[in-house]
């Protein structure tokens, strides 16, 4: 559907006790998301995309941030240890929005 995004950001851990640990998205690459893929349909704004973070490379979804005015991608558990990464690492990404577009 789209082109491949390449950015770099920094991981962090969200406060709690669910441990959730997201990337933030830069806004230039939201800008390029939204334009990729328009608003439609349910889904509270999420984008299905295909993501490869080091030797990692999944299927999730990108949630919108207010706060930012961009996206955040949650970076699970399993892709952490198998980059070594921890919050405050400079993460490497590359994001492709796949076919379906927003998540249902």
Request: charged share 20%.
């Amino acid at each position: 559907m789209g082109t491949e995004l390449r950015f770099t950001a920094p991981l962090w851990a969200h406060p709690g006790h669910a441990a959730w640990h997201f990337v933030t998205l830069p806004t230039d690459v939201a800008e390029v998301l939204r334009d990729q893929v328009p608003p439609r349909g349910p889904g509270f704004g999420s984008v299905r995309v295909a993501v490869t973070i080091g030797t990692s490379t999944w299927d999730t979804s990108v949630f919108p941030d207010r706060a930012t005015g961009s996206f955040v991608l949650p970076v699970k558990k399993d892709v952490r240890r198998a980059n070594d990464l921890i919050p405050g690492d400079a993460v490497e990404a590359q994001l492709r929005p796949l076919q379906s577009g927003l998540a249902r």
